[in-house]
């Protein structure tokens, strides 16, 4: 039989409370556990710059007709084909601080590129030496350019004036010249600038005051001796210039003059200078023409030796010999000069009355009246048979001045041996020596040689007959027709005598013409007759004369008689 | 859109130079004669390395065609008939305009010798090469299609030293 055992129950402490769970925080991931691993999105600024809107299609001055000059004539016009193989860039001049101007000049196409294309049409392409002399002159309002006498300062101003109204950078210039030069001047702006309107202050008190101050005319040309006169005109603040151009500077180095007065209170944004001198070798007169340039730029009492720092970003100056490989071997230019009052007047008296006479003459009239009366009003064309009064001895002395500064030599021709006389006596002080039929043939060698060795020799008075082959005066730079001859191939002679085959410098040639005369006249037949046998030769031969044949001097005047031969 | 064959019309030229800095863009608007009009700049822009890694392949044609080049042409007051780039990589940026762009690689015309068609469009607008073609032959010879980009370098060097192109 099973015992059975006795059951005990016992409560287990652990039991007598309810099971409740215990909760605890578990930190797994800390807030937030998404991470930002940067910008997805980019930003970018716009700096900007908006520049003057360039003319579209300007127009040519429907009075010009562009003509082929005889100003420049390289020996060959300048063949581009395809892209042009230089660049030149403008670069904005030291002083220019604010960015938009510099990148205004930074960002202009290559010189090389505005000549090719079709908005800017020129002659002839300018030398490398000239683009960079205009790419000097576009950027500065301060610009001295003294390149010396020949290498084109005023094509080079011409060109980068265009370039300026062009691009809409300037609206407003003034150029100021001498008086005998205006003409000139005008001649050039037709070739280098025939879109772009000029006109020259002149006339009475009420004609100048209507072009200073109503004019909208974009180019005034005016004479030293008209400004000072406007003086109180110039000085209207109305009156206002982006570009003054002075040309012969030299004229205000003396700071107190009238002249230097007037010029350097003409109100203006830039201001340009040309002279032919060697200005930096004239402390005294680069200062003064500094007051026009920069008054701010040479403190006073600044030492001599501090100029150059100063002034070397404004100035350019190019010699011959810095060129050479650019030049032809020779250049010729036509100087273009307006009859002095005194000379005008005995020119036209002379001409009414000389064309009076040969027209009372009838049939008997032949071709040596007519001569005889060209040859009297060129001499006039020289100098004034009552006064002296002469343009071309007043330019020829501004221009030996700057050769003679140069340390180069020059000759001068003349058909008549007394016009040689009386510049012998005015060019004196530049050392003038004569060599014509006056001279004692035993003389001559002894003379040539002082011109050739005297360093204060600058001058050479020459006649057209004198001289022989075999004068070798390859040492001269210069040669000025002061009259010219009937026959190129005479002209052409005389200026060999300067420029022969083997001449290592170039030879810069002037001749001199009086606006409005029968020089004038004659010039341009002979132009038409070198550019006839220019075109001959090319196809069949020389032709027979380049001289002036018998209807050519007839056509000079207003004459209806003719020799009996010539009517029949 | 205008005759080219009879107006006056405007050229853009676009270019993108990277450098350390980032990448920075040029924008020049000139006229027929290649007389400058306007010229736009961007600021640098330097994507960081996220940027890179999620843009992939696509962050430079963005950067230089969307980012920079679509915003200096959308600032620029001046308008473009056409706009000629420097950088192949901007030609796609012709998607987003209504001027027709073309892509000349200075290197092929370096090595033009006769006159032919150098400026390369977008395959999507097979109409831009006509119009193209007729820029080529009224510019003519002696306009250098690849100088003005020069020009626009050299702007950004002076930009540079006057501190205009720092990091946005």
């Known amino acids: 039989m099973a015992e059975e055992l006795p059951l005990e129950v016992k409560t287990l402490p652990a039991f007598e409370r309810s099971l409740e769970p215990g909760i605890r925080e578990a930190r797994l991931l800390a807030p937030p556990w998404v991470r930002s691993l940067g910008k997805l999105t980019m930003e970018v600024r716009i700096e900007g710059w908006r520049f003057p809107v360039p003319v579209e299609n300007p127009t040519i001055s429907p009075s010009v007709k562009p003509t082929r000059p005889r100003l420049y004539e390289p020996e060959k016009k300048s063949r581009r084909a395809g892209l042009p193989k230089s660049r030149t860039r403008l670069k904005p001049p030291g002083d220019a601080v604010v960015l938009k101007e510099r990148l205004l000049y930074l960002l202009q196409p290559p010189l090389e590129t505005l000549f090719s294309g079709k908005q800017v049409t020129l002659p002839f392409q300018p030398y490398p030496y000239q683009m960079e002399g205009i790419a000097f002159l576009m950027p500065r309002s301060a610009a001295l350019l003294a390149d010396e006498m020949g290498l084109g300062k005023t094509m080079q101003t011409i060109l980068a004036l265009r370039l300026l109204f062009n691009g809409g950078l300037i609206q407003r210039a003034l150029l100021v010249c001498p008086k005998p030069l205006v003409f000139n001047w005008a001649r050039e702006l037709r070739t280098w600038a025939a879109d772009l309107p000029f006109e020259v202050i002149g006339g009475d008190a009420d004609a100048r005051q209507a072009t200073w101050r109503i004019s909208n005319c974009p180019l005034k040309v005016v004479n030293y001796e008209i400004l000072t006169r406007d003086a109180a005109l110039v000085a209207d603040e109305r009156v206002h210039f982006d570009v003054v151009v002075l040309d012969e500077a030299q004229r205000i180095k003396n700071r107190e003059s009238k002249t230097a007065e007037v010029v350097c209170s003409i109100q203006r944004s830039r201001s340009w200078a040309l002279t032919g001198t060697p200005i930096e070798n004239r402390p005294e007169d680069l200062i003064n023409i500094f007051s026009f340039v920069d008054r701010e730029r040479i403190p006073a009492n600044t030492p001599t030796r501090q100029l150059p720092k100063l002034t070397g970003d404004c100035i350019l100056r190019r010699t011959k010999d810095d060129v050479l490989s650019d030049l032809p071997a020779k250049t010729i230019r036509d100087a273009f000069l307006e009859l002095t009052p005194a000379q005008r007047d005995s020119y036209v008296l002379a001409e009414k009355e000389g064309v009076v006479r040969l027209n009372s003459l009838g049939a008997t009239i032949t071709v040596q009246h007519v001569f005889e009366l060209i040859m009297r009003l060129k001499q006039i064309c020289n100098f004034d048979p009552l006064t002296g009064q002469s343009a071309k001895l007043e330019q020829l002395q501004a221009d030996l001045a700057e050769v003679a500064d140069s340390g180069r030599k020059a000759i001068v021709f003349s058909q008549w041996v007394q016009p040689l006389e009386i510049l012998a006596d005015n060019l004196a002080s530049l050392g003038a020596l004569q060599f014509h039929g006056k001279i004692p043939a035993k003389q001559r060698p002894a003379l040539l040689e002082r011109f050739k060795n005297d360093p204060h020799k600058h001058v050479l008075l020459m006649s057209y007959g004198t001289g022989s082959v075999g004068l070798n005066l390859q040492f001269t730079n210069y040669v000025f027709l002061f009259d010219r001859w009937w026959n190129p191939a005479v002209e052409d002679q005389a200026i060999n005598r300067a420029h022969r085959i083997g001449q290592k410098e170039p030879v810069f040639v002037t001749r001199f013409v009086t606006q409005g005369t029968i020089e004038n006249r004659i010039a341009d037949i002979l132009e038409n007759k070198r550019q006839l046998f220019a075109e001959l030769l090319e196809q069949n031969g020389p032709p027979p004369s380049l001289g002036l044949t018998e209807e050519d001097i007839f056509s000079l005047f207003d004459i209806q008689a003719r020799p009996k031969r010539m009517a029949a | ?168």
Request: net charge negative; hydrophobic share 40%; glycine share 8%.
């Open chain 2, 1 to 168: 859109m205008a005759n080219l064959a009879t107006a006056p019309w405007n050229l853009g030229f676009l270019t993108i130079v990277q450098e350390p800095a980032g990448y920075l863009g040029g924008y020049l608007v000139t006229n027929q004669w290649g007389r400058p009009l306007e010229f736009r700049l961007s600021t640098a822009v330097l994507p960081n390395r996220v940027q890179q890694i999620l843009y992939g392949d696509t962050l430079q044609p963005y950067i230089c065609g969307e980012l920079i080049g679509k915003t200096l042409i959308d600032k620029t007051v001046t308008q473009a008939h056409v706009i000629v780039t420097d950088r192949e990589i901007v030609l796609p940026l012709r998607q987003l305009l209504a001027t027709p762009v073309g892509w000349i690689d200075e290197r092929e015309w370096a090595g033009v010798s006769e006159r032919e068609n150098v400026l390369q469009t977008h395959p999507l607008f097979p109409q831009d090469q006509r119009m193209l073609a007729d820029l080529e032959e009224r510019l003519g010879d002696a306009f250098d299609l690849t100088e003005p980009f020069a020009r626009i370098r050299e702007a950004i060097s002076e930009a540079r030293k006057m501190g205009v192109t720092s990091r946005g």
